[in-house]
């Protein structure tokens, strides 16, 4: 009785450990702060350049507080990727397989360390940027078209999209390793051809990750709110695509010299 419940403890143990390493290290801070600037940034960029006319109407105004959704998104994928990342670069990552051999265990218990603190990246993001685009409309004198249900679907939604980007992070980090290339490709996906390709292909695009996340918040940058798929089949496509993440990352893992 007491073996069949080592594996849970194990389990549990490795969890709390990696939440301690995402509450302590500087990088987790960092990132919630460069996060937090960016989404100021650009939803005032958009706000105070965008035509009244785009900003009076619900549609617009969604696009630019989807800018939260992506950036949170980024971010949260950025945290799971250095997750594992940063271990490989330092070479912490071998003392860790060693203390837990099943080194599918380690890049679960990661993950679902990242995605709880996605959660919270997901949660700022948007808050910020709902709190700056609703001031920068008032600024301009454009009343705001969007009902408090827009915005709890913007809170819930966006937490729940940046925990799985941060699990899809950190199978990505997993997968490729070196740190700067993970970092580099989450942004290129998300900042260059996510956005590319629902500009150009939205019959396509939509089924995205990055626009999956938007179908889940119901707002993003690039795409008409009603191009979005419904955020039950949202939610469905980003669990698939975290799943299929992290199950490449584990089996990478397994497979490859620690060194």
């Not at 003392?95 to 603190?117: G, Q």
């Not at 995205?208 to 496509?237: D, E």
Request: glycine share 12%; proline share 2%.
């Amino acid at each position: 009785l007491l073996g069949a419940h080592r594996p849970g403890a194990r389990m549990r143990a490795l969890l709390r450990a990696e939440l301690s390493k995402q509450r302590t290290t500087r990088t987790s801070r960092e990132l919630l702060l460069w996060m937090a600037g960016l989404v100021l940034l650009v939803v005032l960029v958009h706000v105070f350049s965008l035509p009244v006319s785009t900003l009076s109407s619900r549609d617009g105004q969604l696009r630019v507080i989807g800018w939260g959704t992506s950036v949170g998104a980024l971010f949260a994928s950025l945290l799971g990727a250095m997750s594992v990342t940063s271990e490989i670069r330092h070479g912490t990552i071998g003392a860790t397989f060693l203390a837990t051999p099943k080194r599918a265990r380690v890049i679960t218990a990661k993950a679902t360390a990242s995605a709880l603190a996605g959660v919270v990246f997901g949660l700022l993001a948007e808050a910020l940027a709902s709190g700056t685009g609703a001031a920068g409309l008032a600024a301009r004198g454009i009343q705001s078209a969007l009902r408090a249900g827009d915005y709890a679907q913007l809170l819930a939604g966006g937490a729940v999209a940046a925990a799985l980007w941060a699990a899809i992070g950190t199978g990505v980090g997993a997968l490729i390793r070196n740190q700067a290339g993970a970092i580099v490709g989450l942004c290129v996906w998300l900042l260059l051809v996510e956005t590319s390709v629902i500009s150009n292909v939205p019959a396509v695009g939509k089924f995205a990750p990055g626009a999956s996340a938007g179908a889940l918040t119901g707002a993003f940058q690039t795409q008409s709110s009603t191009n979005l798929l419904v955020p039950a089949l949202g939610a469905l496509l980003l669990v698939a695509y975290a799943v299929a993440a992290l199950a490449a990352g584990s089996i990478a893992t397994v497979r490859r010299d620690v060194s």
